[in-house]
């Protein structure tokens, strides 16, 4: 029966693990790929990109680094830590992150600046 158990949560585990790679390459790990190209004029596009991509990947390093300290102190409730800023982050996009389709680069920043204007000062 141990090894029954043993194997099941092996298995969930790497489910769980391809369930993630899935969902990261389908949300937060194409983001950067793909609003760079909206919001960024040509001439700006190539350091744009860079900046955005390395910041994605500093996050996740840092996520990385920091996971074992997480999981140390919130052992049960680890992943609850994670949803929590994937929660933040969806609300941010929601209400921050202007709509792109059939828009120019100068009509998105326009709407990202009066969007500014508006917008408490606490939160930037």
Same mark, same amino acid.
């Given at each position: ?16 693990? !391809?369930? $993630?790679?899935? %969902? ?9 790929? +793909?609003?760079?190209? /909206? ?39 680890? !992943?609850? $830590?994670?949803? %929590? ?9 929601? +209400?921050?992150?202007? /709509? ?25």
């Amino acid at each position: 029966k141990q090894w029954y158990q043993r194997r099941v949560r092996g298995n969930v585990a790497m489910v769980s693990v !391809f369930l $993630f790679i899935a %969902g990261f390459a389908g949300g937060a790990g194409s983001i950067p790929w +793909l609003m760079v190209g /909206e919001l960024f004029v040509v001439e700006a596009r190539g350091k744009a990109s860079s900046i955005c991509v390395g910041v994605n990947w500093i996050c996740c390093l840092v996520s990385l680094f920091t996971y074992d300290s997480i999981q140390s102190g919130l052992h049960p409730y680890t !992943f609850f $830590f994670y949803m %929590g800023i994937v929660l933040i982050s969806f609300v941010f996009v929601v +209400l921050f992150m202007p /709509e792109t389709r059939l828009k120019s680069p100068e009509e998105i920043r326009n709407e990202i600046i009066r969007q500014a204007d508006k917008t408490f000062p606490f939160v930037f």
